[in-house]
């Protein structure tokens, strides 16, 4: 276990002086699957047979004198990601035996950077989630509660990182997807700038890999430090090669900073919508002092910020009229109905997402363009800030509600129900405008789950909020693994369906 939890950094760092080798260190992570992953279920399918033998290749060229960025790292892949060989099915029964031919845009560019992939992580069913279950592969519980979810709808690969299976994983976020499972499971994850990361291959089955500019959904690295998020971010990064020739990288700014005294930071923890929960409003609280203590200028409050109502209201509009495209027609014809049985009066996000499912186009493009202007008020605000800390849901991990009517369920926020999708107006204030937002631990509820908050920083410069997110790291200690799952249980693959949401 001792290499398991290291970072992949120190590992590759390791390889290349000869303390340890790739098959050693991707045996000890197949060792640790097997033995514990039973009680979590994160790792959905494994990929033993090949890794070994891309180990054995990383051997091979290391002793060769190569130095490339992940060789011989052993990582996950989130199911949602072609891999050559291996089922996709996002976690859709009817797509069990859909295996694609061709890997995925990042996945093949994390295996010419000399990965080495041990499998991948669990979804929603569709991705349509904060959790990650479905009928195939089952329930990822996590590692801190196993009657809690590990978040979603990357939840298998935060939920792998905690406990050593892997030092790096692939994800993906449209709402929160990266950020709230590293929050659940105090490890780090990064969500880029939208269009940073070329998403062909992170496509629903059975539909062709082409390229795609998406609105709002963007693929980013997942990882137990700081410094490993840049690491798997420069691997990633770059247009997709069928569409910008032979291109594939892109020089980002440097961040604005290197000492954590010259940050300029704008702290907030209230939102109009919903309440904060007070181990949510401890963590920030923890992250606002950390930064003071560094000698961070940090404000409570800025004329500057676009309103986060009106932000939350079209966030939700952008997302859940994209959620019902290929409903079928008597489903979108009942939630037209439905819509149109609301008080034209009711302004809560609830009604906002019911009439976001049967906006007209017309409705949609003047959406998009109160986006552009709240895109300019965040240039304008980071101007006189470097960046924002805020929550990425208002609570810690909560437990598993795998209700399906998901607009039915409801989210206990210190004693307070909300409607379950309320949460994500947080993880939505990066989204909306398409901002590059990075998840740090900040320690622990009083029941000892994790606490994250999020960084979120100007379009393009995500290395100032991933630099920011190192110098956090230094004061606040990252990321802490849980207890091992006592009880022995089967590879997660194997666990027993569960109704799908």
Not at 156 to 175: I, K, N, R, T
Not at 183 to 205: D, E, N, S, W
Not at 290 to 302: E, K, N, P
Request: glycine content about 10%; aromatic content about 6%; charged content about 20%.
């Amino acid at each position: 276990m001792e290499w398991n939890l290291r970072s992949a950094g120190a590992l590759a760092a390791a390889m290349r002086a000869g303390a340890v080798s790739s098959v050693e260190l991707t045996d000890a992570a197949i060792e640790a699957i097997e033995r514990a992953d039973g009680p979590v279920n994160a790792i959905c399918v494994a990929d033993f047979d090949r890794a070994r033998e891309a180990a054995r290749e990383a051997d091979r060229a290391l002793a060769r004198g190569e130095d490339r960025p992940l060789l011989g790292v052993p990582m996950t892949v989130k199911e949602s990601y072609d891999v050559a060989g291996l089922p996709t099915t996002w976690g859709m029964p009817q797509y069990r035996d859909f295996v694609p031919a061709e890997d995925a845009v990042q996945v093949a560019r994390v295996k010419a950077a000399g990965a080495v992939v041990l499998g991948k992580t669990n979804v929603p069913l569709g991705l349509q989630d904060l959790q990650s279950f479905n009928a195939i592969y089952g329930t990822t519980n996590n590692p801190w509660d196993p009657g809690r979810t590990s978040g979603g709808s990357s939840g298998g690969s935060a939920a792998a990182l905690a406990c050593g299976f892997g030092a790096l994983s692939l994800g993906s976020d449209l709402a929160g997807s990266l950020r709230t499972p590293a929050h659940f499971c105090g490890i780090y994850a990064h969500k880029p700038t939208v269009g940073l990361a070329a998403m062909r291959g992170m496509t629903p089955p059975p539909g062709p890999a082409l390229p795609t500019e998406a609105d709002l959904a963007v693929v980013g690295p997942m990882a137990r430090t700081a410094g490993d998020l840049t690491l798997l971010l420069e691997v990633m990064a770059g247009p997709d090669p069928l569409t910008a020739g032979r291109a594939h990288t892109v020089a980002l700014p440097r961040a604005r900073h290197d000492e954590l005294a010259d940050f300029r930071v704008l702290v907030l923890d209230d939102h109009p919508f919903l309440g904060t929960g007070s181990a949510v409003r401890a963590g920030v609280r923890r992250v606002a002092d950390a930064l003071v203590a560094g000698g961070a200028r940090v404000a409570r409050h800025s004329p500057l910020l676009p309103d986060l109502a009106e932000a939350a209201t079209i966030y939700t509009q952008l997302l859940f009229s994209g959620s019902v495209a290929r409903f079928p027609v008597d489903a979108y014809e009942q939630l037209r109905a439905r819509a149109g049985e609301l008080d034209p009066d009711d302004r809560s996000l609830e009604a906002t997402r019911l009439r976001a499912m049967v906006l007209t186009h017309r409705e949609w493009l003047e959406v998009a363009a109160r986006r552009e202007a709240h895109r300019h008020g965040w240039r304008q605000l980071f101007a006189r800030f470097d960046a924002v800390v805020c929550p990425i849901t208002p609570t810690p991990a909560f437990p598993h509600d795998h209700d399906p009517d998901l607009l039915a369920r409801r989210l206990d926020v210190d004693g307070v129900a909300y409607p379950f999708f309320d949460q994500i107006v947080w993880a939505g204030l990066a989204t909306m405008p398409g901002l590059p937002a990075t998840a740090v631990p900040a320690g622990s509820s009083p029941e000892g789950l994790p606490v994250g908050v999020q960084l979120i920083g100007p379009m393009f410069e995500d290395r100032t909020v991933l630099r920011l997110a190192e110098l956090l790291e230094e004061r606040l200690g990252g990321f802490r693994p849980p207890r091992e799952p006592r009880r022995p249980g089967r590879l997660g693959r194997q666990a027993a369906p569960v109704e799908p949401a």
